[in-house]
Each structure stands twice: as C-alpha cells, then as structure tokens.
T-cell receptor, first 114, second 112 residues
C-alpha cells in the first residue's frame, strides 16, 4: 500500500462548479499537509499549507484535514478555467518525523471548461 | 514568487553524453532537493541536501550524482546519459522550518 493515495482523475467540470479533491494516507506520523498546483510543463507551486486537523480557507480554496480518518481534501469554489492544472497533495512528518522529506500523491488532473 | 532557477529548461542529448543540470536559489534555504517526475506519475525524490557538503540519496535509485559546495547551488550530474534517463527533473528548496518546499520550473531531459 502506498503511503499516500490520490485519484489521478482526470476530472472535468464546468466553470463555476465546486471541485473536491482528496487524498488518503497511511502514515500516522504525518503532521503537515500541503496542496500544490502544477500547470503543464511547470514546477509545482504551493497552494495551501495546514498543520494537523482542521480547516484552512484562502479565497476560493479550502483545505481540510481529518487526521482521525487519515483523509485530506481541497475544495475549490466557483472554479475558473485558470484552475485547470494538476493538483498534488503532499505530507510531512516534520521534526523528528520524515526529516523534511515530503511524500507526494500522484496528482489529480483537473480541467475547468468555460 | 519563489526564486529558484533551473537551467536548461529543455535538453535533448545523445546516449553516452555527460550532462549537468543546474539549480540555484536566492532564498538562503538550507535544504535542497531533486525530484524526477514522469507523466501521470508522482514525484520521486532522487537526492537531497540539508546544507553545504551534505548530500543524501533519495527514495528512488538514480545513477545521477549531486554536490552542494555553496548554499545556493545544487547541481545534478549524469556521467553517461541513457534513454532511460528521459524525464522531467525538478529542483526544490526549503528553509529550516517544516513542510513547504518551493520548486523550480524543471528541466525536461530527452536522451536519444
């Protein structure tokens, strides 16, 4: 079993839709949870960063972490064609955990159609 | 925007050639990383460094080597390129905190 599982999609939605992206994980040592966005032929860019369980909101983006279920989500409200990209979840055990090495999901390819 | 640079962005080279992929960051980050990414696949860590003169192999075995003589510079070298090395190579850095890494734009390598 991989440490991080992420449905690769592809996911295609109409403009304005609410998008839900998810990852599950097996390593209970993970404490830091990130979502990266990667446009075609570019490097990943950090989108959201959360510590432990809870919600974090930034504009149209909301990240949720449920450590009891080992499940994280990224919600995109009012999705735009410019949101079309691959979204990767990433996790880190932090100090004394994974020694600053991130574990990535495979990424979900999202297309938002105008 | 993160200041981390990779050159070249694209490289097509013949089998057996020696190549060096350059990575530089201006943020003063201690930690730097090299990842390999194939289409539709997750990022695989191939090398990392926690500081000057510190290098470690990552989770994915790689025939490449790295060096860290200066904080801002983390080049990756392939002594003899092969078609199996064809991939996208991504460099990243992070500071002394935890978690977030900042990525460069990547080098897309094709070995013929």
């Amino acid at each position: 079993q991989k440490e991080v599982e992420q449905d690769p999609g592809p996911l295609s939605v109409p403009e304005g839709a609410i998008v839900s992206l998810n990852c599950t994980y097996s390593n209970s040592a993970f404490q830091y949870f990130m979502w990266y966005r990667q446009y075609s032929r570019k490097g990943p860019e950090l989108l959201m960063y959360t510590y432990s369980s809870g919600n974090k909101e930034d504009g149209r983006f909301t990240a949720q972490v449920d450590k009891s279920s080992k499940y994280i989500s990224l919600f995109i409200r009012d999705s735009q064609p410019s949101d079309s990209a691959t979204y990767l979840c990433a996790m880190d055990g932090g100090w004394g955990g994974s020694n600053y090495k991130l574990t990535f999901g495979k990424g979900t390819l999202l297309t938002v159609n105008p | 925007e993160a200041d981390i640079y990779q050159t070249p962005r694209y490289l097509v080279i013949g089998t057996g050639k020696k190549i060096t992929l350059e990575c530089s960051q201006t943020m003063g980050h201690d930690k730097m990383y090299w990842y390999q990414q194939d289409p539709g696949m997750e990022l695989h860590l191939i090398h990392y460094s926690y500081g000057v003169n510190s290098t470690e192999k990552g989770d994915l075995s790689s025939e490449s080597t790295v060096s860290r003589i200066r904080t801002e510079h983390f080049p990756l070298t392939l002594e003899s390129a092969r078609p199996s090395h064809t991939s996208q190579y991504l460099c990243a850095s992070s500071d002394s905190g935890v978690g977030e890494q900042f990525f460069g734009p990547g080098t897309r390598l094709t070995v013929l």
